[in-house]
């Protein structure tokens, strides 16, 4: 396994969509690596997630993991989860814009928009359908911090960073986020 190089803000492939994964293709050794690598660079920085356009493969693969994470230190456990082809759905009471009381307010950071912080505004509960590593169908109903993560890092794949959702005025640099922001104000319910 191989810890890759990140992509930062401003490189281009991080706004281009991914493609699909043909799931046939799953088993060869680059896709194999490829997945491997993920974990091990995410597991590396301390992240919460990671993409693969993040290590410039423009494939719909996105690895979470939450362990005891330093840079979220209140964020609950997230076992390791492969997701491939994920198909994102947010789940509202009504069809159209979720209401307030449908939605949380984190602040993200990304690694690859490293030392920057900010407030995002996502769905409270989210629906995956995807394929696990190994080719099968999973589906995860997750909500709270675990739908935020989930979308995060969906996000990714179609060329969207948390710093386009979140509102600008929070926008800080981690020294400033761990200064000002109290910790009842980096997740609201
Ligand atoms: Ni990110």
Do not use: K
Request: hydrophobic share 45%.
């Amino acid at each position: 396994m191989t810890v890759r190089d990140l992509a930062q803000l401003g490189t281009p492939l991080l706004r281009q969509r991914s493609a699909e994964v043909e799931p046939g293709a799953l088993a060869s050794p680059a896709l194999q690596s490829l997945m491997d690598d993920l974990v091990e660079t995410m597991r590396e920085v301390g992240g919460a997630g990671l993409a693969a356009p993040q290590v410039r493969v423009l494939l719909r693969v996105v690895v979470i993991e939450v362990a005891a994470n330093e840079r979220y230190p209140h964020f609950p456990e997230i076992p390791l989860t492969i997701l491939v082809n994920p198909e994102l759905e947010l789940v509202s009471r009504e069809p159209g814009a979720l209401a307030d009381d449908e939605v949380v307010h984190l602040y993200e950071g990304c690694l690859s928009v490293a030392g920057l912080r900010g407030r995002v505004r996502r769905a409270r509960r989210a629906r995956v359908r995807a394929l696990d590593r190994a080719g099968r169908p999973v589906t995860l109903d997750w909500d709270g911090v675990r739908a935020a993560v989930l979308q995060h890092e969906i996000d990714h794949l179609d060329g969207v960073l948390f710093v386009d959702r979140a509102d600008p005025r929070t926008l800080c640099f981690q020294r400033e986020y761990d200064r000002w922001v109290p910790a009842a104000a980096r997740y609201v319910e």
